[in-house]
């Protein structure tokens, strides 16, 4: 159990395709803690292993209320075997980005396939926040993050706006 340090945009491991996993063993289930440990410390809805550093293709996530206790869903090898032409949007942050939020629209309901921490297939619905967090972190295992959703001239806007955060904090 450990709580470990998240890395930050533009850091080159975040802009990396991560690998499949092969391996069931209790080093993944340390993986799987370590993240659910930081995400939790970090007060996220998600997080995926390229953001600790780790470029493999697991994520956590918990869009449970706060009235509505911990649900933390552990996810391996995730694919997405449909997705609606609805749409729903959501201010997006990112505990790689941190001070940016953006609405992005995104399929409102997916149905997906991923492995949990023994290997076992499992498939799901999602809907609203929960389908909008599972391909926020399923865009972080391709090395994509929510800011390429956004139009070119928006993107160009929120990296200036970056730069200016990240300048400042090295001067203090
Ligand atoms: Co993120």
Redesign the pocket.
Known sequence: MAIKKILLYPNPLLLRESTKIEKFDESLVNLARDLIDTMYDADGV?L?AP?IGINKRIFVMDCSREDEGKDCRIVINPQIEYQSEEIGSYKEG???IPGITEEISRPKVIKVLYQDINGVLERNTYDDLWSTCFQ??LD?LNGK??IDHLRPMKKILVKNKMKKSSKKEKKE
């Open positions: 998600g995926a953001q990112c505990l790689s926020h972190e972080h993050l929510f």
